[in-house]
């Protein structure tokens, strides 16, 4: 199993341009979230999905958006980059949320807006 | 609003010496509380939990130590090893509405073993 998958390793975009963060994971786990993580602030949550079809916000949503066709992919997007996005993004996913819940993270995207 | 309050931010510490990292958290109602391990450039890793009904767990070098009356634990690392130097986050499980349990995440320890 590859486990969580997520391209690209690293972005450069300028102000006001757009783009998707690919994730994927071969587990099939029902559940899947995108944190970013910024130095010395721990993993904050932006959306998660507990199945294909259904996702919610999490702690800072602003500025991104997701979608769930697939139990497999959770792509993040982000319209109109703004260099507060600069971060390191990770997706991550668990069977479920409840019982042990033992979250798989990928390896994570570097992205830069300048 | 930080729900999870984790230190120190930074820890350092010799081979063979114990490093401890302490966190404390508000909601009562969290179930889980996992600690993850991260190398530089790598995602997060589980690297030992344990739950409210339990003072104690220990996976080799590595204990968690759970206070429920205080809202607090802690993680230890027993005989540090340079390989040990990594970034630790703990982290504690609530439900949110409509019964999905999300954790919330410590900012993070920065752990450096002196060979």
């Known amino acids: 199993n590859a486990g969580v998958t997520q391209t690209p390793k690293f972005r450069i975009l300028k102000i006001g341009q757009s783009m998707t963060l690919q994730c994927a994971q071969d587990?099939?786990?029902?559940?899947m979230y995108w944190y970013r993580q910024d130095p010395g602030m721990g993993l904050k949550l932006i959306y998660y999905?507990?199945?294909?079809?259904?996702?919610d916000k999490g702690e800072v949503p602003n500025g991104y958006n997701v979608s769930r066709s697939t139990t497999e992919d959770f792509p993040l997007r982000l319209e109109l980059a703004a260099p507060s996005q600069t971060s390191v993004y990770f997706c991550?996913?668990?069977?479920?949320?409840?019982?042990?819940?033992?979250?798989?993270f990928g390896p994570g995207t570097r992205l830069t807006v300048l | 609003q930080q729900q999870v309050k984790q230190s120190p931010q930074s820890l350092i510490v010799q081979k063979g010496g114990i490093s401890i990292i302490n966190c404390a958290y508000e909601?009562?109602?969290?179930?889980?509380f996992p600690w993850y391990q991260q190398f530089p450039g790598k995602g997060p890793a589980l690297l030992i939990a344990?739950?409210?009904?339990?003072s104690e767990k220990k996976e080799g070098r590595f204990t968690i130590s759970f206070n429920k009356s205080a809202k607090q634990f802690s993680l230890h690392i027993m005989d540090s090893q340079p390989g040990d130097s990594a970034t630790y986050f703990c982290?504690?499980?609530?439900?949110?509405?409509?019964?999905?349990?999300?954790?919330?995440f410590g900012r993070g320890t920065s752990l450096i073993v002196h060979p």
């Open positions: 344990i739950r409210p009904d339990v």
């Open positions: 982290a504690a499980r609530g439900v949110r509405a409509g019964g999905s349990y999300i954790p919330t």
């Open positions: 587990m099939n786990h029902n559940y």
């Open positions: 909601n009562t109602a969290f179930d889980y």
């Open positions: 999905s507990v199945g294909a079809g259904i996702t």
């Open positions: 991550a996913s668990s069977y479920s949320s409840g019982g042990a819940g033992e979250q798989f």
